[in-house]
């Protein structure tokens, strides 16, 4: 897995006990590379937000260290998210792409992908393997949720991704069932990073 910070992220030990972890989708292309893009576009100061973690069909890059909160789903802390390489919309509208699009040939790969790392952080974090209820969001729950339940939970923003569309049964049935991946890790801090001009 691949690191490079985000410009906007909370300070060490400011996400406390993980309470949920949010899914996102990034609004853009599904395709490999993209989870780079979208992490260089986090480590613009002029970004308007951060995520731990950006999957496309081929990689993870992660962008927030887990004991500090991103700037992905207020209220921010006590949850992790994860940014999934997907355009949700058609071009230029709000009107949602079909919820065949998460059955296609990237998107499949993708989902396993981001399901066997999250299997793990879940572990780490002794986080039950299950999906909340907007309800149990908002009652601080643990387990797994999209942004757009935190978005009704809590009424602090209006993001409703990934979607009405997405596989939350199939997408938990990744993460539950299967042999287990090969162990991802969280990553440490690269202090060659600082040198590209990255800080924590």
Request: hydrophobic residues 35%.
């Amino acid at each position: 897995m691949r690191y490079l910070p985000a410009a906007h992220m909370g300070s060490p030990g400011s996400n406390g006990t993980i309470y949920r972890i949010v899914i996102h989708a990034t609004v853009s292309a599904c395709r490999r590379g993209q989870a780079w893009a979208t992490a260089q576009y986090f480590a613009r100061s002029t970004a308007g937000g951060s995520a731990h973690w950006t999957t496309d069909p081929s990689e993870i890059v992660q962008s927030v260290p887990e004991d500090r909160y991103a700037w992905h789903a207020p209220p921010n802390s006590h949850s992790l998210g994860m940014e999934l390489c997907d355009p949700m919309v058609y071009p230029g509208t709000n009107r949602e792409l079909p919820a065949s699009r998460w059955q296609d040939a990237d998107h499949q790969p993708m989902l396993q992908l981001a399901a066997g790392h999250l299997r793990q952080v879940a572990d780490r974090h002794r986080i039950p393997l299950r999906w909340l209820t907007i309800g149990e969001v908002a009652a601080g729950g643990r387990g797994f949720c999209t942004h757009d339940d935190v978005s009704k939970a809590f009424r602090q923003s209006s993001h409703w991704d990934p979607g009405v569309g997405f596989p939350k049964a199939q997408f938990m049935s990744y993460i539950t069932g299967g042999t287990p991946p090969p162990p991802t890790g969280p990553v440490a801090h690269d202090d060659t990073l600082d040198l590209l001009g990255y800080t924590l």
